[in-house]
T-cell receptor, first 114, second 110 residues
Framework: NAGVTQTPKFQVLKTGQSMTLQCAQD?????MSWYRQDPGMGLRLIHY???????DQGEVPNGYNVSRSTTEDFPLRLLSAAPSQTSVYFC?????????????FGPGTRLTVL | KQEVTQIPAALSVPEGENLVLNCSFT??????LQWFRQDPGKGLTSLLL?????REQTSGRLNASLDKSSGRSTLYIAASQPGDSATYLC?????????FGSGTRLSIRP
């Protein structure tokens, strides 16, 4: 199993550009989520999904869109990048028993917005 | 709304000491609590997961406890080693959301 994979590992954008961060898992996990990590602030939940076709907002959803067309993939879209979105982004997945269980994380994407 | 707090933000101890990291949460309707380790510039590695029906979990030199009534979890590290130096994060699961604390940066001095 590859586990949770994320691409790209690094990305530099200019303000106003758009891009999609990719996340995939091969563990057949229903639950997937996106976090951003900023210095001194831990990880903050952006969006999550409890299964294909179902997504919901986390703590800091503004400026980000997600979709979940398959169980395996959960891309995160930045429609118009802003410097405040400079961060490290982590994708995670877990199986659920009505609530998410042990989470497995991808290696992260380091995004810089100029 | 679930809030998770970790104090202290940083801790430095000499090698060989036993130590305890603390995690507090506000919503006692927590489904599970997970402890992670993060090395600088790296992703998160799961250490222990405690379900709400459990009181503690052990893995090697690590022991994590969960007290829902007091809103606290602790991670006990026995006989600390320099290789234990990392940031330790706890995360509480309530319904469909998982909320992280801001972490404790642990440094073990040789």
């Amino acid at each position: 199993n590859a586990g949770v994979t994320q691409t790209p590992k690094f990305q530099v954008l200019k303000t106003g550009q758009s891009m999609t961060l990719q996340c995939a898992q091969d563990m057949n996990h229903e639950y997937m989520s996106w976090y951003r990590q900023d210095p001194g602030m831990g990880l903050r939940l952006i969006h999550y999904s409890v299964g294909a076709g179902i997504t919901d907002q986390g703590e800091v959803p503004n400026g980000y869109n997600v979709s979940r067309s398959t169980t395996e993939d959960f891309p995160l879209r930045l429609l118009s990048a802003a410097p405040s979105q400079t961060s490290v982004y982590f994708c995670a997945s877990s199986y659920t028993t009505g609530t998410p269980n042990e989470q497995f994380f991808g290696p992260g994407t380091r995004l810089t917005v100029l | 709304k679930q809030e998770v707090t970790q104090i202290p933000a940083a801790l430095s101890v000499p090698e060989g000491e036993n130590l305890v990291l603390n995690c507090s949460f506000t919503d006692s309707a927590i489904y599970n609590l997970q402890w992670f380790r993060q090395d600088p510039g790296k992703g998160l590695t799961s250490l222990l997961l405690i379900q709400s029906s459990q009181r503690e979990q052990t893995s090697g030199r690590l022991n994590a406890s969960l007290d829902k009534s007091s809103g606290r979890s602790t991670l006990y590290i026995a006989a600390s080693q320099p290789g234990d130096s990392a940031t330790y994060l706890c995360a509480g699961s309530s319904a469909s959301k998982i909320i992280f604390g801001s972490g404790t940066r642990l440094s073990i001095r040789p």
